[in-house]
């Protein structure tokens, strides 16, 4: 059964700081690996997703990587902002055509100015 | 854009009444799904449908259950409610057709079991 972990569950940075945050997974049969921001009270807003295929996505100041033999994705955030304060969450899905995702618990992010 | 909607942002119900949460997706997606999110417990899975009729059970599906009557809409059902379902009722959808497996949120029910 595939398991993700998300290190740390929570993080402080300054404005400023360009931040790394991680998702663990333990089945590398991936077939894509998505991951999300959510605002407290809020639902999930998908951010980058990136297939098997591919080792990398970017957008904006937000770039995913992804590194199936260790079981590794990372997303690096740039020049961090006060507004980048929220959850990140990393969803894996399993390759072979399940619908299913299985999500990290997230890494609570906040930006202080 | 991919826009998921919840018919309800919050909302307080008594113990044992039957509750209705309505989900709608509006880019004709395949696949739809009933999570609930706790606190200490992340994201789990009740329901998921993959296609109208069909559902499948997720997780914790004790408690629940769904109707998919038509393809736009995943309608999740709490038979009687209890305390313990006071919690976060996220809905998503994703695609057959790729990017596969894209899962897009709407933004929460809020329910509050009384």
């Known amino acids: 059964k595939q398991e993700v972990t998300q290190i740390p569950a929570a993080l402080s940075v300054p404005e400023g700081e360009n931040l790394v945050l991680n998702c663990s997974f333990t089945d590398s049969a991936i077939y894509n690996l998505q991951w999300f921001r959510q605002d407290p009270g809020k639902g999930l807003t998908s951010l980058l997703l990136i297939q098997s295929s591919q080792r990398e996505q970017t957008s904006g100041r937000l770039n995913a990587s992804l590194d199936k033999s260790s079981g590794r994705s990372t997303l690096y955030i740039a020049a961090s902002q006060p507004g980048d304060s929220a959850t990140y969450l990393c969803a894996v899905s399993r390759s072979g055509g399940s619908y299913i995702p299985t999500f990290g618990r997230g890494t609570s992010l906040i930006v202080h100015p | 854009d991919v826009k998921v909607t919840q018919s309800s942002r919050y909302l307080v119900k008594r113990t044992g009444e039957k509750v209705f949460l309505e989900c709608v997706q509006d880019?004709?997606?395949?696949?739809m799904f009933w999570y609930r999110q706790d606190p200490g417990l992340g994201l789990r899975l009740i329901y998921f449908?993959?296609?109208?009729?069909?559902?499948e059970k997720g997780d914790i599906p004790e408690g629940y259950s769904v109707s998919r009557e038509k393809k736009e809409r995943f309608s999740l059902i709490l038979e009687s409610a209890s305390t313990n379902q006071t919690s976060m009722y996220l809905c998503?959808?994703?695609?057959?057709?790729?990017?596969?497996?894209?899962?897009?949120f709407g933004p929460g029910t809020r329910l509050t079991v009384l």
């Open positions: 449908s993959y296609d109208v009729k069909m559902k």
């Open positions: 998503a959808s994703s695609s057959d057709r790729l990017p596969y497996n894209e899962q897009f």
């Open positions: 880019m004709d997606h395949e696949n």
